[in-house]
């Protein structure tokens, strides 16, 4: 009988199950369920179905049913900061709100008026982001107190979809560190903190560490799909699984994980919590084995999702590759976190407006908006550089880009170009390869961290792009 193991990889846009085993070594995967995943959005208002991804998920194990590859162990990733608080009866209080909702609005200040930003920064080594998990309790304890009233337990999305699956209730490390609530000298919750700014502390377990064996399937569960698989936590940050999956045998590896998100860092032994760190807009979001991921959000292939999007997704994202690629000598080019492209009800629009306002030449074609947008992201990532290299004294010599950003040829060009640096591209499934790889750790196919990432560079396709 062969050993395999899933991973449940979901994003803002679409989940995936993809199934591995280790063959002499080499790790093999395969897509075996693939999904839809978009934000309901009624007025202003945003929000997750779990109903939803959970009915989806099972419908992916009844796939590995179906094709006789039932997992030995799985486990679920997902985007961070967002989440659900539980009541006595392990329901779900009031709307499982998105990130990208706008009842943050304000919270920054109300906050500031308990604990500064350069002492928060100082205590959890978390760049400001508006939708940080801090910032959505702080919604809750102004606009509907009665959340965090009726609350027994917190659970962030991959928690909770585990719980679903096994009963259990525990918080994991990686994600608990987007909360912008955890110690990064302790590897857990800033209980004290909770208490300054007025969130219960009793809500929340000390986040276990990925590898950690939850265990299997409740009994409805194993009676919905066929089987009984042992659950693990993975790194359940998509980006911390990313950055397991990064094939470098590098001490601190620059990455790119490229998705609807660009988050661009190094893995880093010990938090860097310097003031010079928090104004350049760093975070020290926690990864695995207690590493940190030093990087910063970039808006990421979100700007080019939204543009395919307005233009009724006629094009594929290959399409707009080489549409920019023609109009490579558009000059203009924007801030891509400027805030107005977190959420706009047209990207095309908020781009539109944003040359407005800055006085600079509009696109009049949609290769030259694709092309203005591409070299925006490029650029952001040369200046990003510059600033890892000043705050953290460590000359780069290459970038790792890894996720569906990585398949993005005419972008990677345009990085190694911006960047001056030599830019190694792959694996496209980071997320979901980190999360296979820390259960086949756990399960005692590799080692460690380094041996797996040597068979992830030997497994699969990785491109190298020159400066010119």
Known sequence: MKDYYLAVDIGASSGRHIIAEVDNGIIKTEEIYRFDNRMDVEGDVKTWDYK????????????????????????????????????EADQVIGKSYAYRDLRTKGMDKKLYETISEKDLYARTGIQKQIFNTIYQLMADKEKEPERLTKAKRFLMVPEYLTFLLTGEKINEYTNATTTQLVNPQTFDWDYELMELIGIPTEIFKKPAEPGTIVGGFTKTVKEIVGFDCLVVLPASHDTASAVVAVPSMREHPLYISSGTWSLMGSEIKKATLSDKARLNNFTNEGGYEHRFRFLKNIMGLWM?????????????????CEMAEENKDFETRVDVNDESFLSPASMEKALFDYCEKHNLKKPETKGQM???????????????VKEIEAVSEVLIGE??????????????????????????????EATAIGNIGVQMIADKKFEDIYELRKAIAKSFEIKEYLPE
């Not at 080019?304 to 707009?320: C, G, M, W």
């Not at 990677?412 to 170009?417: D, E, S």
């Open 52 to 87: 939803y991804l959970f009915r989806e998920i099972l419908n992916g194990l009844k796939k590995c049913k179906e094709k006789a590859c039932e997992p030995k162990m799985m486990a679920i990733d997902t985007w961070g900061v967002d989440y659900v608080l539980l009541d």
């Open 304 to 320: 080019i999702q939204q543009l395919r999007h307005d233009y009724n997704d006629e094009f594929s994202f290959a399409e707009l």
């Open 370 to 384: 694709a092309a203005m947008v591409y070299q925006s992201l490029a650029k952001c990532y040369g200046e990003t």
């Open 399 to 428: 970038i790792n880009v890894v996720g569906g950003g990585s398949k993005a040829e005419y972008l990677n060009k345009l990085t190694a170009n911006y960047t001056k640096k030599k830019v190694v591209a792959g694996p496209g």
